[in-house]
């Protein structure tokens, strides 16, 4: 139900639940152009009256590859290339309270925050604190090598929503010195970057990795610069200034089949961030160098996590010695390094699931979130036990909300 409130000087139309309200689609930054940052906005750049009533759209993906685990939603082809938006979820008691600020993931190549799967209505309700879920871009529109040298454009983005996040969060009940960055898969990966940022750790509190996948690096600028090049390759006579959206998209696409042959990683990557001044190659090692001691870190992994890549063909033993190697070991280590600095950490892994799948990858989106109206299509969640499920979610939402009162 959309509703009128008063939020400062602004007249904002959001999005009513019972106990909580949604202000989507805020917009964090100015819309540059395409392989241009994009530029942090200021509380007093927005309109007046604002219509934060409505979902708003993604930056643009080919379909998302874990559909086989997640299911599919249509919103997932509501896309634009200027989705600067951050979605703010919070209860009705305007005070200090626990942020929230949360990195989707989807392998640098899909996912979005305006996504239901992201909405954060009944933790924010739960556990009463300020959710927050953001648009980055992704793909090769998210991180390119140009003649400019490389450019980490979703990073970039990302730091933009969390700047305006603790300039602003305030208005809407955040404690804007208690943030909590989180984010699972690549948004994890993301939340380790920035632990290791030396322009944006001062922005947040704590961190929560989910699903970490810390053993993938930065891309090197040669290896940047070979995957560029390939990607101009498939659009050519165009260029990636002169292409439609979709024609980058399928060009991508010939990019991710041609990878598909040569891929040392068992979890897919393509344009991923590009190492740089500020993203070093040792994204473990540079968090613990800038954020150790100071900050507390949360982790989990879940039980199944490669059945989401590899459902079938793989034995059961073969298939967990490929998540402790992809997510557990490079969680530990970063977490054992952290807690050497005077850091506390928390580490648990999320089992459950149906027969089939167990806990694959993703699973624990829907049990963090609570949203589980939003999963109705999941194959993770065919056949599973509403109460089991229900119990495990408000167990997760208790643990999250501890820490990031603690």
Known sequence: MAKMMQIHDKQIKVCAFNQSYAAFQIPYAQNEGRLQYSSLLKWEDLD???????????????????????????????????????????????????????????????????????????????????????????????????????????????????????????????????????????????????????????????????????????LTALSSQQLSTQLQNYLAPKTMATATTQEILDAQNQVMTHLSHHQPSRIPTSFIPIESEQLSKDLIDQAVKVSGGNKDVMAWVTQNEMNAFKPHGNIADELDKMRVEEFEQPTKALLQQFEDKGSDVHFQIIDGGNDRLGAPHCFDLPLLFGNFEQWSNAPMLEGTKDQKLKAASRQLQQHVAQFMRA
Request: with cysteine; proline share 4%; aromatic share 12%.
């Open 48 to 218: 007046t009256v604002i219509d934060c009533s409505m979902r708003g759209r993604v930056f643009p993906q080919n379909p998302n590859r874990l559909s086989t685990v997640m299911g599919c939603r249509q919103e997932e082809k509501n896309q634009s290339e200027a989705a600067f938006h951050l979605n703010i979820f919070s209860s009705k008691q305007f005070k200090n309270k626990p942020v929230l600020f949360w990195i989707h993931g989807g392998g640098w190549l899909t996912g979005g925050g305006a996504l239901p799967w992201y909405d954060g209505n009944h933790l924010a309700e739960n556990e009463d604190i300020v959710v927050v879920t953001i648009n980055y871009r992704i793909g090769a529109l998210g991180a390119f090598q140009t003649e400019e040298g490389p450019k980490n454009l979703g990073l970039n983005d990302i730091i933009n929503a969390l700047t305006w996040v603790h300039n602003n969060i305030y208005y809407f009940g955040g404690d804007s010195d208690n943030i909590t960055v989180g984010g699972q898969s690549a948004g994890a990966w993301y939340t380790a970057a920035l632990l290791g940022h030396v322009d944006a750790h001062h922005l947040f509190n704590k961190a929560i990795l989910a699903s970490f996948p810390g053993q993938i690096k930065p």
